[in-house]
Structure formats: structure tokens, C-alpha cells
């Protein structure tokens, strides 16, 4: 499956974007779905996930601000960011983790939060 990650750009202090990821296949076979991002000298790191179920896990930075969904019939994942600051700057990418813990990641998609 291919995933593309769309919706990044630039944002000034305390704005929004919503991040769409779209995947070539059926997203419903998949155990869970998620959004990282990495800024420049930094690890990757967790920003939401969403498992099948529709159980969600935030990382601790984006909590009340970030909000990760799914549309199955769309096979699209979804990251609404809201309230967003220069921390939040970075390539977020999409990743699709199988129920045999194998991945497929996207291309990122830059956000870039600035005044």
C-alpha cells in the first residue's frame, strides 16, 4: 500500500491545519495508523496514533491541541492540529502499522509554524 500525506504548510502562531493521509488500499486490514514527525536535528517521534478500534493515543506535546481520525470508506487518516506554535515546525508522516508489526510510511509533509 502507498500512503500520501497532504495539508502541511505554513501557519502562523496559534493557528490550523489538518493533515489528510490517503492510502491506495483498504486502511480497515490495517492494526493501527499513525501520525509522527520529525524536526530538523531531532527523532522521530509519536504524534497520534488511531488503532481499528478507534482507540487514540496523543503524544504528550499535542494533547488537547492534535485530534488523529479515520475514514475507512476513504482509506484516509486524519490530523486535525489545532492552536499550533513554532515546536509543533516539522515533516509529519503517516504510518501504517500491519497486525504482523510490519510498517508502510509515506512521504512527509512539511508544517512549518511561523510569524
Known amino acids: 500500500v502507498q500512503l500520501q500525506a497532504s495539508g502541511g504548510g505554513l501557519v502562523q502562531p496559534g493557528g490550523s491545519l489538518r493533515l489528510s493521509c490517503a492510502a491506495s488500499g483498504s486502511i480497515s486490514g490495517f492494526s493501527a495508523m499513525g501520525w509522527y514527525r520529525q524536526a530538523p536535528g531531532k527523532q522521530r517521534e509519536l504524534v497520534a496514533s488511531i488503532t481499528s478500534g478507534g482507540s487514540t493515543v496523543s503524544g504528550d506535546s499535542v494533547k488537547g491541541r492534535f485530534t488523529i481520525s479515520r475514514d475507512n470508506a476513504k482509506n484516509t487518516v486524519y490530523l486535525q492540529m489545532n492552536s499550533l506554535n513554532p515546536e509543533d515546525t516539522a515533516v509529519y508522516y503517516c504510518?501504517?502499522?500491519?497486525?504482523?508489526?510490519?510498517?508502510?510510511w509515506g512521504r512527509g509533509t512539511q508544517v512549518t509554524v511561523s510569524s
Open positions: 504510518r501504517a502499522q500491519t497486525w504482523a508489526r510490519s510498517s508502510y
